[in-house]
């Protein structure tokens, strides 16, 4: 989801993630009505959102920790996410100690680790640099390609939504509505090199770009 | 390349080490902090000569008194029976001041229903009620302790509710999205997230239970540093009224200093090592 910021898109993920009533109409997954948190969503916020006083690892585990104590399972799921984004090694850090971006892959191995069929993302990677960024969205195609979860995606970074989607959906504000969809066909592995340079994706910019003004 | 390098060089005219006028700050510190104390005994012995031990004990005078009296024993009983007394009023008061903070904190009903009543325990000059506490409960440890307890649990209370009421809203959502219950969201979210604010509740009200015992003492005791102060005014005895303030300013030093170590000890235990420097600066007499 692309839009210009106040347009609504975190507002419209937030109904999605039950954590907001849409004032009017419904939001259904797989046929049924969101009224609070579904338990097969994931959340990524804006903000890494980490808990200060728990370790990386203890961080990851909260989402079973609020169920109860994790099993030997799930320690072992929190271990192998940890691996899947890198962070071994920080697993006994406090989030103090790590830097943006590894903070920003701490909170995507959190909702990741309950293995959800539908994960929201809010800006996540907005507050990253250029550089960072790029590099988390490689991470984050990665992490898909063996988690296989429908993502929703909110960004007001248009070359960050031609790389990640395979349907970007154009926003507008007041009143928020949806102006366009757009399927993004070219095949994976996508490089950000093709969505700058490539003529099909210039196509695509510039018919989400028209669309926001 | 070069040129730009000795351009640069040049414009940045730094001092040698761009720490060393904070590393002499901190010297001249630790300097002052030595010496103030000494300082502060020439000031007092110099007035002292002055005036007559009546008014104003000299320092050598109270330090020797001060001696005899630990080493007679004297002084046990009493420094003894204070630090019960405010011991089990500050335990008593922050047990109370805690359940009240949490209550009004969970509840807004609780808040409403509950609140005036603190603020009038607080309004209420509890001294007042020290005559009377002792016609009700004697003149043993209890009354002392009910003082002591009255002024140490209004800190707790507004700490404790502050912290548990100022968790971060990003927290609070994230929680939300985990479909955490409202008791796992207070003891793993809330209340860490409380736990500097609980402490630094924890020590005023240790500092103001000494306050309370002693001043309770003052009204009706038979032992207590407090009482030691009522007997020495009646004898016109200066040099032990001094002795007293002496051993109690000790007494709420090494307290202040053990708050410090079990503060440090549950910082590094939830936030691990690294936040040594945070501990510092909550704790400035404990260092």
């Known amino acids: 989801m692309v839009g210009r910021s106040g347009c609504g898109k975190s507002t419209l993920l937030r109904c999605i993630g039950g954590l907001i009533a849409p004032t009017t109409g ?20 804006q903000q890494p959102v980490l808990l200060p006083w728990r370790t990386v690892e203890a961080n990851v585990s909260l989402p079973f920790e609020v169920k109860g104590k994790p099993t030997k399972e799930e320690k072992n799921k929190v271990k192998k996410v940890l691996e899947i984004v890198g962070l071994s090694d920080y697993a006994k850090h406090r989030p103090g100690e790590l830097s943006g971006g590894m903070q920003q892959r701490v909170s995507v191995s959190r909702s990741l680790v309950t293995e959800p069929s539908i994960l929201l993302m809010d800006e996540p990677f907005g507050a990253l640099d250029a550089q960072t960024r790029e590099d988390m969205n490689v991470e984050l195609l990665r992490i898909w390609e063996v988690a296989k979860t429908t993502i929703v995606f909110v960004t007001h970074d248009i070359g960050e939504a031609l790389f990640l989607s395979d349907r970007v959906v154009i926003m507008s504000a007041r009143p928020g509505k949806i102006d366009d969809i757009i399927e993004v066909n070219s095949p994976r592995p996508r490089s950000f090199d093709q969505v700058e340079n490539d003529p099909e994706f210039w196509k695509m910019r510039q018919r989400i770009r028209k669309a926001l003004h | 390349m070069t040129n730009d390098r000795r351009l640069l060089k040049s414009k940045i005219k730094s001092p040698k080490n761009p720490f060393s006028n904070f590393e002499s700050q901190k ?21 002292a000569a002055g005036t007559t031990p009546l008014i104003l004990p000299g320092p050598k005078d109270v330090f020797m008194r001060l001696f005899s009296y630990f080493v007679s024993g004297r002084v046990w009983p009493h420094l003894f029976m204070t630090t019960q007394e405010i011991l089990a009023g500050f335990v008593l008061g922050s047990v109370l001041g805690l359940g009240f903070g949490t209550l009004i904190s969970e509840s807004v009903i609780a808040r409403k229903v509950i609140m005036p009543y603190i603020i009038v325990t607080q309004a209420l000059p509890k001294f007042a009620l020290a ?20 002024i140490a649990f209004f800190p707790l209370v507004e700490n404790t509710y502050m912290g548990l009421t100022t968790t971060p809203g990003s927290q609070l959502e994230l929680f939300r999205a985990l479909r955490a219950s409202r008791i796992t969201t207070l003891l793993k979210l809330r209340v860490p997230h409380a736990i500097p604010a609980i402490f630094s509740g924890f020590r005023v009200a240790l500092m103001l239970s000494l306050v309370g015992a002693v001043v309770a003492e003052y009204v009706g005791a038979n032992q207590g540093l407090g009482a030691l102060i009522i007997v020495s005014q009646g004898t016109l005895d200066t040099e032990l009224m001094f002795v007293s303030f002496v ?39 404990s260092v």
Not at chain 1, 26 to 45: A, D, L, N, R
Not at chain 2, 268 to 277: A, E, F, T
Request: aromatic letters at 12%.
């Open chain 2, 247 to 285: 051993v109690l300013t000790v007494l709420g030093l090494s307290l202040d200093w053990l708050y410090g170590l079990v503060y440090k000890a549950v910082l590094v235990k939830l936030y691990g090592k690294s936040i040594s420097n945070i501990s510092s600066s909550t704790s400035r007499l």
């Open chain 2, 27 to 47: 010297i001249l510190g630790q300097f002052l902090v030595i010496v103030t104390p000494f300082l502060f005994i020439l000031i007092w012995h110099l007035i």
């Open chain 1, 26 to 45: 419904s939001i259904k997954i797989s046929g049924q009505i969101v009224t609070e948190p579904h338990p097969q969503i994931g959340y990524v916020f």
């Open chain 2, 131 to 150: 005559p009377m506490l002792v016609i009700w409960f004697g003149f043993g440890m209890a009354p002392k302790v009910i003082i002591a307890a009255l």
